[in-house]
């Protein structure tokens, strides 16, 4: 049996330039692994507790030196001498200590703890870390490379007068292989950045590497899309098409409507909202919606699930939060068809897994996602593989937190060679 020898954390900065907490685990035989936690802006008022020192003092209120604290006192104690390769053992004895939605600990710190254990553990047996979460996912070889969807304007919550929507993904479900999608994302990206520039739009770029023009509505933003692809030698509507986070729950106003206040200047109920989707699933080649409706809307998503949940992808994040229990209820509720999968949600490798497990266990779609706040940290590539989630959001082509985690699905495929599958997880026929 290989120990758990030390654990060790300490402050870090995210792509925001915000402390987040790395972790360093080493084994009894010297097998390291480590974990650089990410963090959201637009976020569920569900999701596990993420800790801040909250002090005025330092760093704008955001340290972490209490989560950092907690990691290298109750959690070290805990977790040392521990077998390494027991993930679910260590996962839960953090769980029973960490509080209420891991209140008393925070998320942040048991999710680098778990991150680190699970690379350690990998390191030990000397294979990757894809596989190592296919073990502990029932996947015995996972061959799958995910479908990547490039956020490549960014809105909302993170981007500054840009659109109301705050995603505009480009989504290649139709080309042959993950090199060729990493091929797709960028010529698209980079011809939407001359048009924009042509247009007289500015190309200054979101929190996840999108471009964040102000004064675009949905409308001409997926417009100014299809111009990128039509430069492109790429099919739109056979080979690209679109997906959206709307990220509604950042529009919902307490009056009971959805405020677009930015460039729309609309407001909408949720029957109007999901009247507004079906127009433009009607006009653009777009299969995924994320966040469609706000998070405590369960007879909007009821709605929507209902109207348009046999043509799209409707995906939960705020509404869901990875949380297994959230899922259930969706599932009884006949809400929804997608989760979004963040591991800092729920704050383990093991609970995260459980959830994945339960959604692929009732036929919906698995879709592994980063946050608005990335470190280099590339776990969620190896979490896409070794689960066969078949679907992964890591931001625009550009940006080395985002591109960390497409390279690393590169050398991915490298290493799986011709037993690599690349598969789309939607019916796009």
């Known amino acids: 049996m290989t120990v758990v020898k030390d654990v060790h954390a300490r402050e870090i900065l995210d792509s ?3 402390p987040t907490v790395f972790t360093r685990v080493e084994l009894s035989n010297g097998a390291i692994g480590t974990a650089g936690v990410p963090s959201g802006a637009s976020t569920g008022e569900r999701e596990a507790w993420e800790l801040r020192d909250d002090d005025p003092e330092r760093m704008n209120k955001k340290g972490v030196l209490k989560a950092v604290a907690n990691v ?8 040392v001498g521990m077998d390494a390769e027991d993930q679910p053992g260590i996962d839960q004895a953090m769980i029973d ?3 209420e939605n891991k209140a008393t600990l925070g998320a942040n710190a048991t999710l680098g703890v778990s991150i680190a254990v699970a690379s350690a553990a990998a390191s030990d047996s000397r294979v990757s870390l894809y596989r190592r979460f296919g073990e502990l996912f029932g996947v015995e070889s996972p061959t799958r490379l995910p479908v990547p969807m490039f956020n490549i304007l960014n809105g909302g919550a993170h981007a500054e007068d840009s659109t ?5 993904m480009v989504f290649p479900l139709g080309v042959d292989s993950f090199e060729d999608a990493m091929r797709a994302g960028v010529e698209i990206y980079a011809n939407l950045k001359s048009i924009l520039s042509a247009t007289g739009h500015s190309t200054t770029l979101g ?3 999108g471009f964040a023009p102000s004064g675009l509505d949905t409308t001409t933003t997926l417009d100014l899309m299809c111009k990128a692809v039509e430069k492109t030698r790429w099919k739109l509507g056979e080979e690209i098409f679109f ?3 709307v990220a509604a729950s ?3 106003r307490k009056e009971g409507h959805y405020w677009l206040e930015r460039t729309e200047q609309k407001r909408w109920s949720s029957e109007e909202l999901v009247g507004e989707y079906k127009s433009l699933i009607d006009k653009y080649p777009i299969v995924s919606i994320e966040d469609g409706l706000d998070e405590n809307d369960w007879d909007g998503w009821k709605l929507l699930t209902e109207e348009i949940g046999e043509r799209v992808q409707l995906v939960g994040d705020d509404l869901l939060v990875t949380q297994k229990a959230e899922l259930q209820k969706a599932l009884d509720e006949k809400s929804a068809n997608s989760i979004l999968i963040k591991l800092n949600q729920v704050g383990t490798v093991t609970e995260t897994l459980e959830t994945m497990a339960l959604a692929h266990a009732n036929g919906w779609g698995t879709v592994v996602s980063h946050r608005s706040g990335e470190t280099e940290d590339t776990t969620i590539a190896d979490l896409a593989v070794g689960t066969g989630a078949g679907q992964i ?5 550009a940006r080395g937190e985002r591109t960390a985690k497409y390279n690393r699905l590169l050398i991915i495929g490298d290493e799986l060679g011709t037993e690599a599958e690349f598969t789309s997880p939607i019916d796009i026929k």
């Open 164 to 168: 109301d929507f705050q995603e505009f």
């Open 243 to 245: 997906a959206l986070d």
């Open 393 to 397: 959001k890591t931001g625009a082509p």
């Open 250 to 252: 950042e529009l919902w």
């Open 207 to 209: 929190d996840e590497g």
């Open 72 to 79: 290298n006192g109750t959690i070290s104690s805990i977790v």
């Open 97 to 99: 200590v960490a509080g």
């Open 16 to 18: 925001r330039g915000n």
